[in-house]
């Protein structure tokens, strides 16, 4: 195969004239060409007059070596795959079957491969099923009412589902992983544009479908998901698991669990500091949601001109303030809506969330501010571990917000939130929230430090984006759960260092950032098992 990089066309093009185009940069002729694999598509959007699709192709023709040979740019090369090999079976004795604690992105696809691969995990989620934790979620925005075990972070597939299900990541990836993750999605049911878009997102009405899916394909292959199943503790003997406690009553022996609980699992931090299992607090980032017309935001990317099809465009912002805090978007979700993302009583945070077809009115980002632990120390709860300080501010932060919108998502606009003062009517944006909104003076909500940040890095955001700063935009808040507050330390085979057998692993124990690195993470970890013990064949 050769691969082609940095190849452009209209974004108008047919299939046809990609073909052509391919042909005449490798100067061969119609019949030569055998084969074409999309590796990625991205668009550039420079000259909004001229916008252009970028490709990364393999290409399969009749005489690789003679094209190589007439190549003389580095934009032709020879295509070197590598795909992603899960490793063989090791030699030590599973006693009892691998527990998977958690069926978030990580430990869904922790047991995926752990399952396909003869180990039979038992999948502990302490929420419900996917099909009935949407009407848990629908139900709690309708009237209010929480279910602390099952709600937008907890359930079978952990806070991704209710998000925008973006697949990009930034980790470095020489192992295959990432795409070996987006494989199993379209195995499960993905479109398969996921596999070469530059930013790849699946929207809640279809991550539930694909999640359901592979937990299907989980028990096929002899392993078990049972939902209500909250882990409570942990059987300890000389330094080694031996069991997990499941809803305070029933012990289940294991000499192996991945503990993959997400980054709102507080519960359970607090029970691992019982167990002085090893955690070092880490920074996090705090913030608002913010709300734009789509319209708005599409055309200053794309120009007012740009095709339907491309759908609604998303932006990445980032600023520097001068007291040296950054301020920048996260979770952006085009054509999208503003949840109430609360898994506690009286406390309120928001988070984002697309559909597939991204056709929300609204554009809406996380704008948030990092924060330390030298931050978060005056936090600290008596009688609590000092880890844990992050856990607190997060608990007093959203206990604020659940007072200042009685239980409702507080909301303001910038302008409002510039002057410090509520908000008493909207402008042109209407917000897009799922749950009950109410006007509120976000500014007493969040820390001064965060608040002055936060005007001058959307005011910033200007002379990126116009319109950015708008005084009628819509904020809410509080946006606290942007990832773990603390790091569930691990060693070099991703073992906890204080319990031998306990494997922490993805965003809650703070070794990833999103749905896809998550995910990756779940194969890493399953890897590491798989090289140690025998499977169950």
Not at 132 to 147: C, E, I, P
Not at 215 to 239: H, L, P, Q, S
Not at 252 to 271: M, N, Q, W
Request: glycine share 10%; charged share 25%; with cysteine.
């Amino acid at each position: 195969m050769i691969r082609i990089q940095q190849l452009k066309l209209p974004v108008t093009h047919t299939q046809e004239e990609l073909e052509q185009k391919i042909r005449k940069t490798l100067k061969i002729g119609k019949h030569d060409l055998q084969e074409i694999e999309l590796l990625r598509r991205s668009i550039d959007a420079r000259k909004k007059s001229e916008l252009k699709y970028v490709y990364q192709l393999d290409v399969k023709v009749k005489d690789e070596n003679a094209v190589l040979r007439k190549a003389k740019n580095n934009q032709i090369v020879k295509a070197e795959k590598k795909p992603y090999v899960f490793p063989k079976s090791g030699e030590q004795t599973l006693v009892h079957r691998p527990v998977i604690i958690g069926s978030g992105p990580a430990g869904l696809f922790c047991a995926y491969v752990l399952a396909k691969h003869g180990y039979r995990p038992l999948v502990l989620e302490r929420g419900e099923s996917a099909e009935q934790r949407k009407k848990s979620v629908d139900a709690f925005w309708k009237t209010g009412v929480l279910n602390p075990e099952s709600n937008v972070q907890f359930g079978e597939g952990g806070a991704g589902t209710f998000s925008d299900g973006k697949l990009n990541t930034s980790v470095k990836d020489p192992s295959g992983r990432n795409r070996e993750v987006l494989r199993i999605f379209t195995e499960c049911g993905a479109p398969e544009e996921i596999l070469y878009d530059q930013k790849p997102h699946l929207g809640t009405d279809q991550l539930i479908g694909i999640v359901t899916t592979m937990r299907k394909k989980i028990e096929a292959w002899g392993g078990e998901v049972r939902f209500g199943a909250k882990v409570t503790d942990f059987g300890i003997e000389n330094g080694r698991l031996t069991s997990v406690t499941v809803n305070e009553t029933e012990k289940i022996a294991s000499e192996t669990a991945v503990l993959a609980i997400g980054h709102s699992a507080r519960d359970t931090f607090f029970k691992l500091c019982e167990n002085k299992i090893s955690m070092e607090a880490k920074s996090f980032a705090v913030g608002v949601r913010i709300e734009h017309p789509q319209k708005m935001i599409t055309e200053d990317q794309y120009g007012p001109e740009a095709p339907d099809f491309l759908g609604a465009a998303p932006y990445k912002l980032t600023n520097q303030c001068e007291n040296g805090r950054g301020v920048y978007s996260f979770c952006m979700c085009p054509g999208g809506y503003v949840v109430n993302a609360s898994s506690e009583a009286e406390r309120t945070c928001v988070n984002g969330m697309s559909y597939s077809d991204r056709e929300g009115k609204n554009a809406n980002s996380a704008m948030i501010v990092t924060v330390t632990p030298e931050d978060y120390r005056p936090y600290h709860v008596e009688g609590t571990p000092d880890v844990l300080d992050g856990v607190a501010f997060q608990r007093a932060l959203e206990h604020a917000a659940w007072e200042a919108g009685k239980g409702k998502v507080p909301v303001q606009l910038f302008g409002d939130f510039c002057e410090n003062r509520v908000s008493t009517a909207l402008g042109e944006v209407t917000p897009s929230i799922c749950g009950e909104w109410i006007f509120a003076n976000l500014r007493e909500v969040l820390p001064t430090f965060i608040g002055d940040s936060l005007v001058e890095g959307i005011r910033a955001s200007e002379r990126k984006i116009h319109g950015f700063s708008r005084p009628d935009a819509v904020l809410s808040g509080v946006e606290a759960r942007t990832s773990s507050p603390v790091r569930i330390v691990r060693n070099e085979t991703l073992e906890s260092p204080s319990l031998t057998g306990l494997y922490p692993c993805g965003e809650g124990a703070g070794y990833a950032g999103g749905i896809t690195s998550a995910a990756m993470d779940g194969l890493k970890t399953a890897e590491e098992i798989a090289k140690k013990y025998m499977n169950f064949s």
